[in-house]
């Protein structure tokens, strides 16, 4: 075996027991935050789920375990790549410590590009984590735009490609094949794992139905915890919603609008049945099985007899219209994420160590509900 094909297999060898401690690492981390910041939404609810949910709990905890090694450890190994790549193109001797450091700089820097795009795009995601104090993050927020974040990830990638081809190239040049083969398979599998990742599949077209009159198109445009007094067009001043008010000018504005129970999913059932929580019977946002089944006409039911076919997208916040069977021709929601599994898998949320923090700590969600 040649002399940079033994580099490269030993460097890699040692790299992913590196890679594996920094995983093991911040696997032992998050388990300790997760007991330390186990609380309760209420009253007696840290024993209620010990009592009900013990077994799920432990298998909860596994899971979270399990996952954030197994990440974290594939993160770390993307640094210990660069670096064996780096050692071939140095011819330098293999080094622990600088492998350590390397791979916790290469899962911070991917951790951070991720949490950048999440605060772009979802930044509710990360909302409940932060107790729903998202000052902190106005200044990298404004610094984020959809094209800067393309802009860095095609940098990214193109100097990881050079870098990449780099290694190859001297590999190749010294008939280092089996050091060069085990590079871009280990390449290749990331390329796989990260289009398989990041895969965003087109929806089938809906077909068309032909009807002998124009009906008009219905669209209902549905924002959790929106102001409506910061609106533009609704009186407020600044300019901060140009799309829904040119919406607003081509139909009609209803000024005056009450919810007749304040909870997300009965005032959900209200607007789409024109019933009342007495009729439709949801009246908390948490409902046995029984009460998800409906027994009112629903619009979206009212309008597939006119001849319409109907839809709706949501992301979490929508999560509650997945409980539910208005009769969607087409769904696009997150499954139902208001259930006490779904919570318990979540992972911290809160750190209530103040009085002041425990009293921002959502009332809907289980803090570090993962032991």
Same mark, same amino acid.
């Given at each position: ?27 032992? #981390? ?47 190994? #993307? ?21 350590? #450091? ?19 795009? =979802? ?172 027994? #009112? ?72 509900? =993962?032991?």
């Amino acid at each position: 075996m040649r002399p940079l094909d033994a580099l490269v297999l030993t460097s890699l060898a040692h790299g992913a027991e590196v890679a594996l401690l920094v995983g093991g690492i911040s696997a032992i #981390v998050l388990v300790l935050k997760s007991i330390l910041d186990f609380t309760r939404t209420g009253p007696e609810m840290a024993e209620e789920v010990l009592a009900h949910y013990r077994l799920y709990l432990a298998y909860s905890l596994g899971r979270l375990v399990l996952f954030a090694f197994l990440i974290t450890a594939a993160l770390a190994f #993307v640094g210990i790549l660069g670096y064996v790549i780096g050692l071939v193109l140095a011819d330098a001797p293999y080094d622990a410590g600088a492998a350590v #450091v390397l791979g916790i700089i290469a899962v911070f820097l991917l951790v951070a590009r991720q949490f950048a795009r999440t605060l772009l795009l =979802s930044p509710g995601v990360i909302a409940a984590s932060s107790l729903y104090s998202m000052t902190h993050f106005y200044p990298l927020w404004h610094l984020l735009t959809p094209g800067r974040l393309r802009a860095l990830d095609r940098a990214s990638v193109a100097l990881a490609a050079l870098w990449l081809v780099a290694g190859a190239t001297m590999l190749a040049r010294a008939d280092a094949w089996v050091g060069l083969g085990a590079l871009a398979s280990i390449a290749a599998v990331y390329v796989v794992m990260v289009r398989w990742a990041t895969r965003k599949p087109d929806p089938e077209a809906a077909p068309v139905r032909r009807r002998a009159h124009s009906s008009p198109n219905i669209v209902l445009i549905g924002s959790d915890t929106l102001r409506a007094d910061r609106l533009f067009g609704a009186g407020y001043r600044r300019e901060l919603t140009p799309n829904l008010a040119r919406l607003a000018k081509r139909g009609t504005q209803f000024t005056d609008c009450y919810v007749p129970c304040a909870r997300t999913a009965p005032s959900l059932i209200t607007m789409l049945t024109g019933t009342w929580p007495h009729r439709h019977g949801v009246r908390d946002t948490f409902v046995t099985p029984e009460q998800t089944r409906l027994h #009112v006409p629903t619009l979206p039911q009212i309008l597939n007899q006119a001849g319409y076919r109907s839809g709706i997208v949501g992301d979490w916040a929508a999560s509650d219209a997945e409980k539910f069977n208005f009769g969607f021709d087409h769904r696009d929601l997150p499954p139902d994420q208001w259930n006490i599994k779904f919570l318990l898998r979540q992972g911290p949320n809160c750190s209530p160590r103040t009085p002041s923090a425990r009293r921002s700590c959502p009332k809907s969600i289980i803090s570090a509900a =993962s032991l």
